[in-house]
């Protein structure tokens, strides 16, 4: 392999270990939030469905929609009022606009050095462009973009 492709190649996975551990730490988070508010709203089983709200967060578009069902069928199945079910519903949409508008934009800054306005358009944009494969794409090509781009000055 010649050493300059090899450079790139080594970039390029730089790039992508970097936005993994961005999503992981994402995952992290998301799932303490969901323990929290679950522990709060006495939901059953609270634990593993903040377990699996985290592991969902590695799915784009559904992993947040397959969340939530497991919460609102123990609130159904266990005979709570429909005051809880909002409540349940309205701690989805809370974790929803703190995961894709604050905690995900700025672990992409801090990690991969990806501008926040970049992290939040681009996947809007390629979510236009190509439905479900622009959103799932846009994080990782991001990441990838931005190893490649140096700093004018020289300094990083």
Known sequence: MPPDLRTHARTA??????????????????AVL????????????APVWALIGGL??????????????FPVLMILFSG???????????????????????????????VSRIPIWAS???PIALGIVIPF????????LLAVIYAFRRPKDGTQ
């Open 80 to 110: 709570h009022d429909m005051y809880r079910l909002g409540l349940v519903l309205g701690l989805y949409a809370l974790i929803v606009v703190i995961d894709q508008l604050a905690l995900q934009p700025l672990l992409l800054k801090r």
């Open 120 to 122: 939040i358009l681009v």
């Open 133 to 140: 494969w622009g959103v799932l794409l846009a994080p990782p």
């Open 34 to 45: 969901w323990l929290i508010g679950l522990l709060l709203l006495h939901v059953p089983l």
């Open 13 to 30: 996975g730089t790039a992508l270990f970097n936005w993994w551990k961005a999503v992981t730490l994402e995952a992290l988070f998301v």
């Open 56 to 69: 969902m967060t590695f799915i784009p578009n559904f992993g947040g929609v397959i969340t939530v069902i």
